[in-house]
């Protein structure tokens, strides 16, 4: 009896069983989970949640506080903190995941052509990967808004230029610990073109350190992008992003200050959420740091 | 002076060079390829005039109408001699801007520094020493909350709740460190504090297991004496590192806190010049917080020594 349990939950307990129990167990994995699975849900049925228009308010009800018609208040426009809140949350998880999206693509590509390529392309993209890591990013990001001027689009523009460097420098350490080992080196020698060596051999070697900084990486981004519309450099009015409505919050603190806790709170939580989720990721999914 | 230092010092300076073409090389051709014209729109603003002579003396003034490149290696040429340029609102030199708004944001960012190091590697010491209790586990969520929240979400919350509420300190303003200097300190300093009590954590967990610690024990060393000398030392190089890497994060943060608390710093110029389209100021800004950037990171590196003399430089 005693010794039957085991290996019946032994044969139970395939691997994807484990992960799966394994991910129960983190706690952060699931907090964080919780919290990005919620604000997403937000986000697609914003026009259901939402009620009032995000955009127009009614100046009669100019700085209402919480509570009655408005949960979170309105603003200076008299328009509904909490509908401008829920429609943030597109722009908020949009610019995240675009731009998320275009640091992975060019990261990739570049990590792939570095390490599998060599020479000169490793050197060029190193060295370039490099001076974009040396600098401030969200200062990089605000010389360049400088220059280009304000604008949700640009803001997505300047956190795609900076946010590719560490999925690049990933990208070409796991291809270079690849290359040259056997399987790779049999597939070479049954005729496997580089294609097919990169999309067979390579690319799932990736994928989990990829999930994982991606996840952190759109907290990251979803933060910088916050903080360049609160500079007044990001999304511009009436876009109801959370770093700009704080903006406006800032210039009235005495009088209303529900204009900045809830927006805040709205970054702090998404931020917080993906940074959650993707700690979580690594203790799951990164052999190296499992327990 | 350790051999080879002074070479470790020159091939890092050297390294610094890319970074500052690169930034430069950006900004300038990213100014060039984006449809509008600053200086026009400039010259409307400053001299209420859409005159098209206007915007062609001013041009001629500043010489805009050389080619690109040549702009470029005149400019680089000046910024190696010190000489940044003349700003286009106040025409006063940029790097005589730069270097009144710096000891402001030299103070804050050292006593955020100071916060961070403070509140970050006692918290993690006791967490390592404890862990797995209750103790651990809320030093664990208070780091987590530490990195997640927006830096100038927790300004605005201080002030409301600090200065608008309690009345205990001035909302905004710059003066004395008390009462001026504590919640931009604080705003700036919490996020790195977070950071360096994670780390603190780990890489004490990681060195108290060590044999020269059971040793220290063994002797029969003050708790005290195991825990700050022998075995915090030894812990300290990762969180020297990553004091390093959170500096840029810390210069960031310092732009966006000086606007939150209206602090007179080089962030708030930088700013003020962006909505001025003071293009030289923007740049000399961009250009002297890389430069303190690279020379606070080549401290960091330097001080490895100094924590490991086993580490050489060459």
């Known amino acids: ?291 | 002076m350790r051999k080879g230092l002074p070479a470790f010092i020159l091939r890092r300076l050297l390294l610094a060079v890319p970074v500052f073409i690169g930034v430069t090389l950006v900004t300038f051709v990213l100014m060039y390829i984006v449809p509008g014209d600053p200086v026009t729109v400039m010259v409307e603003e400053k001299m209420a005039s859409t005159d098209p002579t206007a915007a062609r003396l001013f041009r001629e003034k500043w010489g805009l109408n050389d080619p690109l490149a040549v702009q470029y290696a005149k400019f680089l040429w000046n910024a190696a001699r010190g000489d940044l340029g003349l700003s286009f609102r106040s025409e006063q030199p940029v790097l005589t801007a730069i270097l009144e708004r710096f000891p402001a944001t030299a103070k804050l960012a050292a006593a955020a520094l100071g916060i961070a190091i403070l509140i970050g590697i006692p918290l993690g010491i006791l967490a390592a020493l404890r862990q797995n209790t209750a103790l651990d586990a809320a030093a664990i969520s208070l780091a987590a909350f530490g990195v997640s929240i927006p830096n100038f979400w927790l300004g605005l919350l201080l002030i409301y709740v600090v200065a608008v509420e309690l009345r205990w300190l001035p909302p905004s303003g710059y003066g004395p460190a008390y009462p001026y200097l504590i919640m931009p300190a604080i705003t700036l300093g919490t996020g790195l504090s977070a950071v360096i009590a994670r780390l603190t954590r780990s890489s004490m967990l990681e060195v108290i297991r060590q044999d020269y610690v059971r040793t220290a024990r063994a002797k029969g060393l003050a708790e005290r004496r195991v825990v700050m000398t022998h075995a915090l030392r030894n812990a300290s190089i990762p969180i020297v590192t990553i004091v390093g890497v959170q500096i840029s994060g810390l210069l960031s943060g310092a732009v966006i806190t000086e606007r939150v608390f209206s602090w007179p710093g080089v962030g708030r110029l930088l700013l003020d010049s962006i909505g001025a389209r003071d293009l030289p100021i923007v740049q000399g800004c961009v250009l002297f917080i890389a430069s303190v950037f690279i020379l606070l990171n080549l401290v960091v590196d330097l001080s490895y020594a100094w924590l490991d003399p086993r580490i050489r430089y060459d």
């Open chain 1, 1 to 291: 009896m005693s010794a039957a349990v085991p290996i019946r939950a032994a044969i139970r307990t395939g691997p994807r069983r484990s992960v799966w129990r394994r991910a129960r167990r983190l706690r952060n994995l699931t907090i964080g989970g919780l919290i990005v699975g919620a604000f997403v849900l937000v986000a697609i049925l914003a026009p259901w949640i939402a009620r009032h228009n995000p955009v127009r308010g009614d100046l009669n009800d100019y700085l209402q506080a919480p509570g009655g018609r408005y949960w979170f208040g309105t603003d200076t426009f008299g328009r509904d903190v909490f509908s401008r809140i829920v429609y943030g949350a597109r722009i908020s998880l949009g610019v995240g995941i675009a731009v998320q999206a275009s640091a992975l693509t060019i990261g990739v590509v570049l990590g792939l052509l570095s390490g599998f390529y060599g020479r000169w392309a490793d050197n060029l993209i190193m060295r370039l990967a490099e001076i974009i890591f040396a600098f401030p990013g969200l200062l990089f990001a605000i010389a360049i808004m400088a220059v280009i001027g304000p604008s949700l689009y640009n803001v997505f523009v300047a956190l795609g230029l900076v946010s590719w460097t560490s999925l690049a420098r990933v990208v070409r350490g796991a291809v270079l610990a690849v290359k040259e080992q056997e399987f790779v080196e049999a597939a070479r020698a049954l005729g496997a073109s580089n294609r097919r060596i990169i999309v067979r051999h390579l690319l799932p070697n990736i994928v989990a350190p990829a999930i994982i900084l991606v996840t952190l990486g759109i907290g990251g981004a979803i933060l910088a992008e916050a903080s360049l519309s609160f500079l007044g450099l990001g999304a511009q009015p009436p876009t109801p992003s959370w770093g700009s409505m704080l903006t406006v919050g800032r210039d009235y603190l005495t009088e209303a200050p529900w204009l900045s806790i809830y927006p805040g709170l709205a970054i702090f939580l998404t931020v917080m959420g993906f940074n959650l989720l993707g700690d979580g990721l690594r203790d799951l999914l990164d052999p190296r740091m499992r327990v």
